[in-house]
């Protein structure tokens, strides 16, 4: 079956420098690759989303890319700020039907 | 971005009562919706799909006699947890597709169920 895996530890950061998070999937290849910010006690808040075709997508202070051959995406944030702490999700779609898979997040905690 | 608003957002109900969930698509259409569970610390895990006028489908190992869902509407559709015990406590998460944009997904803000 589909699997997705996230670093489950927590990343501490200094603010201003650049986090890095990885997802490994593995037994699937998706069409595309979500990526989502959930802060506790809320739901998932869409942040980008990559398509196969795609090696990389960016957004403000947000890049992601996609290696369809090692099967894993990377999220970045540059010029990290404290606001950004929060835990940080992948998805992939089953087949395009919006059935998502989720990672176990990564929780990022930047310090000012 | 669209918006997917869920109610309520916290609940604390006996064992052996029923709770309802509302999860509405706001500014959108929805023919199917998803339903999804997350335990303390772990990711989220679909649970069913609704699907606007027919039948819910339920993933492996999610009982559909005790997750009643219903989407009357394109813009609406509930969970009904019956016979709630204290392992159903946990944070119940709906989302949402603009049906005309594939891709990503907008989630309600997720509803606590704790059961005493």
């Known amino acids: 079956s589909q699997k997705i895996e996230q670093n489950s530890e927590a990343l501490n950061i200094q603010e201003g420098k650049t986090a890095t998070l990885t997802c490994n999937y593995t037994?699937?290849?998706?069409?595309?690759l979500q990526w989502y910010r959930q802060d506790p006690g809320r739901g998932p808040v869409f942040l980008l989303l990559?398509?196969?075709?795609?090696k990389e997508k960016r957004k403000e202070r947000l890049k992601v890319t996609f290696d369809t051959t090692l099967k894993q995406s990377l999220f970045h944030i540059t010029a990290s700020q404290p606001a950004d702490s929060a835990t940080y999700l992948c998805?992939?779609?089953?087949?395009?039907?919006?059935?998502?898979?989720f990672g176990q997040g990564t929780t990022l905690q930047v310090k000012p | 971005g669209a918006v997917v608003s869920q109610h309520p957002s916290w609940v604390i109900c006996k064992s052996g009562t029923s709770v309802k969930i509302e999860c509405r698509s706001l500014?959108?259409?929805?023919?199917?919706m998803f339903w999804y569970r997350q335990f303390p610390k772990q990711s989220l895990m679909l649970m069913a799909t609704?699907?606007?006028?027919?039948?819910?489908?339920?993933e492996q190992g999610v009982e559909k006699d005790k997750f009643l869902i219903n989407h009357a509407s394109l813009t609406l559709s509930t969970l009904t947890v019956t016979s709630a015990h204290p392992e159903d406590s946990s944070f119940y998460i709906c989302?949402?597709?603009?049906?005309?944009?594939?891709?990503?997904?907008?989630f309600g803000q997720g509803t606590r169920l704790t059961v005493v």
């Open positions: 500014d959108f259409q929805a023919t199917t």
């Open positions: 037994n699937y290849s998706p069409a595309y």
């Open positions: 609704s699907n606007e006028g027919s039948k819910a489908t339920y």
């Open positions: 998805a992939l779609d089953r087949g395009n039907t919006g059935k998502l898979i």
């Open positions: 990559i398509r196969e075709n795609e």
């Open positions: 989302s949402a597709r603009d049906q005309w944009q594939a891709g990503e997904a907008f």
